[in-house]
């Protein structure tokens, strides 16, 4: 029997998880998008109204209704200038842990939000949110991605004792 019964440190090629997350990042691209400034943020606040509606938790539509719409336009260009970034960092691969991490955290707001929403199918927060997961934690940037080239450099400046590249070092 060999040491690794699950099969936890079998290799993987990284070509499907990169194309995987390139395809997270134009998602996110027509996401944002479709919620552009100039385009009065699109379907958002109808989409936000449906969720105080519907709300999950009863203090989440308060907060929505009196913070959110409230403040529609901050808002709005928070949710334009979040997926903008995020597309663009997994479509490139650059910082691809921080922007996993912050994707995965982005669609649990979201799915925390809307999973009372009529004619939401709940498995579709799932799929948004656990690919993200996977790549935080799979070096899914260093395949196709601009993190290829990011680790080495940080871990040399790391090792060398500046103290924001080892941080950042985590980010790749």
């Known amino acids: 029997m060999n040491g690794d019964p699950l099969g936890l440190k079998t290799l993987v090629p990284g070509w499907p998880l990169a194309l995987f997350r390139i395809a997270f990042g134009l998602l996110y691209l027509d996401m944002a998008f479709q919620k552009a400034p100039w385009k009065d943020y699109g379907w958002l606040r109808s989409w936000i109204e449906k969720e105080i509606a519907n709300p999950t938790f009863p203090a989440m539509a308060g907060f929505l209704r009196d913070v959110v719409l409230a403040n529609f336009a901050f808002f709005g260009m928070l949710s334009f200038v979040t997926e903008l970034g995020l597309g ?16 995965f955290l982005w669609q649990v707001n979201i799915a925390a939000q809307a999973f009372n929403v009529p004619g939401e199918w709940g498995w579709i927060w799932v799929l948004l949110a656990l690919p993200q997961f ?4 799979c070096d899914a940037g260093r395949v196709l991605g601009m993190d290829r080239w990011l680790e080495p450099a940080l871990r040399e400046r790391a090792a060398a004792g500046a103290g924001w590249a080892g941080l950042l070092h985590h980010a790749v």
């Open 88 to 103: 663009i960092a997994l479509l490139l691969g650059l910082f691809t842990r921080l922007a996993g991490l912050g994707g």
């Open 134 to 137: 996977c790549f935080a934690f």
